[in-house]
């Protein structure tokens, strides 16, 4: 067990609706990062938070956004669904700012547009 | 920009077997190198990480890695395979300065066959 927690674990919705994945990251961390895991493009980082501010942005969609609470959670919210947009979702955390590259995963959000 | 590839999506080894897989790098600063697994069902895990010092790494499960800069290289290597070793694999690569991301491989599945 990581100590990071994601919710749902599962969601299926159709095109065009909007979904929002949860995490909350291990306890103490203050930094939190988002993840795209798909079969085609393997993972891709998508954005991190430190403290409440982003830090990092990646190939995140416009359509895309998260934001890092004050109690550190974290919340990615995706919108106009496409059927692209399946995929497997990992939140991740660290301690740090600084991306030393140890981050612990969660055990992600699975999304299924159809 | 930097970036892995990992030589061979998927690797089927016999049980008590060399593990070896594939991992080279490319990056116009130091690195920092790691594997992960992920394990079915499961988020990735931090197997071991180079960071500038040692250039063999030791990690978890009996696990290693060289670091040889002359062949940008990062291989892992386990000297006898078990069937619980059988998972995902993925490298990453990221600067040993700044805040840039956690930059993954595509991943080699391992299968380890009785």
């Known amino acids: 067990d990581s100590g990071v927690t994601q919710t749902p674990k599962h969601l299926i919705t159709a095109t065009g609706q909007r979904v929002t994945l949860r995490c909350s990251p291990r306890?103490?961390?203050?930094?939190v990062y988002w993840y795209q895991q798909s079969l085609d493009q393997g993972l891709q980082f998508l954005i991190q938070y430190y403290n409440g501010e982003e830090r990092a942005k990646g190939n995140i969609l416009e359509r895309f956004s998260a934001q890092q609470f004050p109690d550190l959670h974290s919340e990615l919210n995706l919108s106009s669904l496409e059927l692209g947009d399946s995929a497997l979702y990992f939140c991740?955390?660290?301690?740090?700012?600084?991306?030393?590259?140890?981050?612990?995963f969660g055990e992600g959000s699975r999304l299924t547009v159809l | 920009a930097q970036s892995v590839t990992q030589l061979g999506s998927h690797v089927s080894v016999s049980e008590g077997a060399l593990v070896l897989l594939r991992c080279n790098y490319s990056s116009s600063v130091p690195p920092y190198l790691f594997w992960y697994v992920q394990y079915p069902n499961q988020g990735l895990q931090l197997l071991l990480k180079y960071t500038s010092a040692a250039t063999l790494v030791k990690g978890i499960n009996g696990f290693e890695a060289e670091f040889k800069k002359s062949e940008t290289s990062f291989h892992l290597t386990k000297p006898s395979a078990h069937m619980s070793d059988a998972a995902e694999y993925f490298c990453?690569?990221?600067?040993?300065?700044?805040?840039?991301?956690?930059?993954f491989g595509k991943g080699t599945r391992l299968s380890v066959i009785a």
């Open positions: 990453a690569v990221t600067r040993n300065s700044g805040n840039t991301p956690l930059v």
């Open positions: 306890s103490g961390d203050l930094s």
């Open positions: 991740a955390s660290s301690a740090s700012d600084r991306n030393t590259g140890e981050l612990f």
